[in-house]
């Protein structure tokens, strides 16, 4: 088993992108490949260069997929969320900026920080960990130390 953890919604969108890639992709890009050898010399093609990149880059994405989903194991949310864990949507007010940030807390396989979602295992994911509502919390952040109040924790979506 890898360990990896999953939010409920995060494994369906795993196994659904696997799934695609699988079955959708890969004849895409075969066709494609047939389609570019179709035009000759493939040493100076680069429509067929391209295709093979691309389906070099699809296997690799399945493959990881699959590793990912193997070892998973999906994180059980509590009836009521009353503490930061896999699962949990915390708000945070910034001490020294006073700006709320709202994050859901997900396994390291979700984790987007564009979408609001930080992995457990990331610095501020792993110092909310376990912790309530109105905890201040210093963490080491890549851009220095912050501090942290959690104005509210509860359920994701």
């Not at 047939?34 to 429509?47: T, V």
């Not at 009353?82 to 945070?92: H, N, P």
């Not at 905890?135 to 509210?152: A, C, M, N, Y």
């Amino acid at each position: 088993m890898n360990g990896t953890i999953l939010t409920k919604e995060g494994k369906a969108e795993l196994d659904a992108e696997l799934q695609h890639l699988q079955t959708v992709r890969r004849q895409e890009v075969a066709k494609r490949i047939e389609e570019a050898r179709s035009f000759g010399d493939l040493s100076e093609n680069s429509e067929y260069d391209d295709a093979k990149n691309e389906q070099g880059w699809i296997e690799s994405r399945i493959a990881e997929l699959k590793h990912i989903l193997d070892g998973a194991r999906v994180a059980e949310l509590p009836k009521r969320v009353t503490k930061a864990c896999i699962g949990a949507r915390v708000t945070l007010k910034m001490l020294d900026t006073k700006k709320e940030v709202t994050y859901d807390i997900v396994g390291s396989a979700e984790a987007s920080t564009s979408k609001g979602l930080i992995s457990n295992e990331s610095p501020i994911g792993a110092a909310l960990f376990g912790r309530k509502k109105g905890d201040v919390l210093t963490v080491e952040t890549p851009r220095g130390e912050k501090k942290f109040e959690i104005i509210s924790v509860g359920a994701s979506k």
